[in-house]
């Protein structure tokens, strides 16, 4: 009889699953059959960490995938921007929190409006940590204080973290509780490092102090599901350089960005990209001062890279 788990890794070749045989908890892993990869063309990964699958468990004491339940919701991306597939970096999440640290490596906006539009456009409920906060000069800590005040005026909550700091620590940790959630960010800003802090139970390899230097070297090979102690669960992921959208169509970029939600109602055309047209309404409050010239920008780049595909 088949039995429902939950797939906590995967190496490509293997999944392990968690799943709970009465006595607890115990993972197994597992095969997936050829037929489910050539379900869907566009995904590299047919099966993600976090989703539900029903395994059958086979003699020699590994399992085979028989079902992958449906998703709640997933976060997507496309790895490179020259690459057509589309890898599902975590399903059935609670929260995704886009990891950034203020310095070494240095916070990126760009990112992180990548990151959200997607989380808008896919349903995710998101927040952002600004990460090695003890790292932080006075114009660090100004800046810091600016993406806080602009994202939590958008919607996003924002945590200054250091795993110096217990009291960040705590912050995140209610957070965290008794849901998904997932950490996403470029290599080095701490993803792993904050995990070992909250949790005394996991102890997951971080990088060397100068990793973030090393273009290319990920300490984190494999995105992990792990049950946090006091409640909930947390994956970890590899960094990523790049958060690549996918099927998000030009029109409907600007339904993403919440600022600009009430302004294009203003616009003249009903198909207004927002980047030339005559009677703009989101260009209009652009200029009153209204939408945050950094936020404008992001958009206008990422519409210029929808444009591309
Ligand atoms: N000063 C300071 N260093 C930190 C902090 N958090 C992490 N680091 C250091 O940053 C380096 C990278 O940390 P990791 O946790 O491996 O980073 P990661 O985001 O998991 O990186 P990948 O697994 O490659 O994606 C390590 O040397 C950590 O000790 C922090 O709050 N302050
Ligand atoms: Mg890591
Ligand atoms: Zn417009």
């Known amino acids: 009889m088949a039995k429902k788990g939950r797939i906590v890794e995967s190496t490509g070749q293997w999944y392990e699953v968690s799943y709970d045989d009465n006595d607890g908890m115990q993972t197994i892993n597992c095969r997936l059959p050829g037929r489910f990869r050539l379900k869907d063309h566009d995904l590299t990964n047919p099966v993600a960490v976090g989703d539900y699958v029903?395994?059958?468990?086979?003699?020699?004491?590994?399992?085979?995938?028989?079902?992958?339940?449906?998703?709640?919701?997933?976060?997507?991306?496309?790895?490179?921007?020259?690459?057509?597939?589309?890898?599902?970096?975590?399903a059935n999440?609670?929260?995704?929190?886009?990891?950034?640290?203020?310095?070494?490596?240095?916070?990126?906006?760009?990112?992180?409006?990548?990151?959200?539009?997607?989380?808008?456009?896919?349903?995710?409920?998101?927040?952002?940590?600004i990460n090695k906060m003890d790292l932080a000069k006075e114009n660090d800590k100004e800046y810091a204080d600016f993406i806080t005040d602009l994202y939590e005026s958008l919607g996003y909550p924002v945590l200054k973290t250091s795993?110096?700091?217990?009291?960040?620590?705590?912050?995140?940790?209610?957070?965290?509780?008794?849901?998904?959630?997932?950490?996403?960010?470029?290599?080095?800003?701490?993803?792993?490092?904050?995990?070992?802090?909250?949790?005394?139970?996991?102890?997951?390899?971080?990088?060397?102090?100068?990793?973030?230097?090393?273009?290319?070297?990920?300490?984190?090979?494999?995105?992990?599901?792990?049950k946090l102690t006091h409640g909930g669960y947390l994956m970890d992921t590899p960094g990523i350089r790049e958060f690549g959208l996918v099927n998000i169509e030009p029109w409907e970029l600007s339904l993403f960005f919440p600022e600009m939600l009430e302004p294009r109602k203003q616009c003249k055309f009903n198909?207004?990209?927002?980047?030339?047209?005559?009677?703009?309404?989101?260009?209009?409050?652009?200029?009153?001062?209204?939408?945050?010239?950094?936020?404008?920008?992001?958009?206008?780049?990422?519409?210029?890279?929808?444009?591309?595909?």
């Open 163 to 226: 795993i110096k700091d217990e009291e960040s620590l705590d912050s995140l940790k209610n957070e965290l509780n008794n849901r998904t959630s997932v950490f996403v960010g470029p290599s080095g800003v701490g993803k792993t490092s904050l995990l070992n802090q909250i949790d005394p139970n996991i102890d997951r390899k971080v990088g060397d102090v100068s990793t973030y230097n090393e273009k290319g070297v990920h300490t984190t090979t494999f995105a992990k599901l792990l």
């Open 93 to 129: 999440i609670d929260c995704a929190f886009a990891v950034q640290s203020i310095r070494k490596p240095k916070l990126k906006q760009g990112f992180l409006d990548r990151f959200l539009v997607t989380c808008e456009a896919y349903q995710i409920s998101a927040q952002i940590i």
């Open 271 to 309: 198909n207004c990209t927002h980047s030339h047209e005559p009677g703009c309404g989101v260009m209009q409050a652009f200029e009153d001062g209204h939408i945050d010239p950094d936020r404008y920008d992001s958009y206008l780049k990422i519409l210029d890279s929808l444009d591309e595909d």
């Open 54 to 90: 029903q395994f059958e468990m086979n003699d020699d004491g590994t399992g085979s995938i028989e079902e992958i339940e449906d998703r709640k919701n997933y976060l997507i991306r496309k790895s490179t921007h020259y690459d057509t597939g589309a890898q599902i970096l975590a």
